[in-house]
């Protein structure tokens, strides 16, 4: 079973996240996701566990546990999806605007504006 573990304190390293686990059964891998240009932690991360029984056990114990400092989230990870892989989203929506082209943009009110002394009164 894969487990995701959040506000992990940013004092801890993997090895501190596979300990704890470690207590419930077997741990066969630990990441802690970690900003890509200045390597430090994000605050998150992913266990995993080969025994389910064990991996409910842990997620039960240790979601809402104080560890370095912080109360760790714990629960079951989400399958991966197609577009889970973050980042953005290019479409084209006609407009110049990510709400959408009927959305958002300057409108000025006619009714205060003078566009011959381009300003308002």
Do not use: H
Request: hydrophobic share 25%; glycine share 14%.
């Amino acid at each position: 079973m894969n487990i995701y573990v959040s506000n992990i304190s940013f004092k801890l390293n993997e090895g501190d996240l596979q300990e704890a686990f470690a207590e419930f059964g077997e741990v066969s891998s630990v990441k802690i996701i970690t900003d890509k240009f200045t390597g430090k932690s994000k605050g998150f991360g992913f266990v995993e566990m080969d025994n389910d029984d064990e991996a409910e056990n842990a997620i039960e114990q240790l979601n809402g546990t104080e560890l370095g400092g912080r109360e760790l989230q714990v629960k079951k990870a989400l399958p991966k999806t197609e577009n889970s892989g973050g980042g953005r989203s290019f479409s084209n929506n006609g407009g110049g605007n990510r709400y959408g082209s009927d959305k958002g943009g300057f409108k000025r009110n006619n009714n205060n504006y003078d566009s011959k002394k381009n300003n308002r009164y």
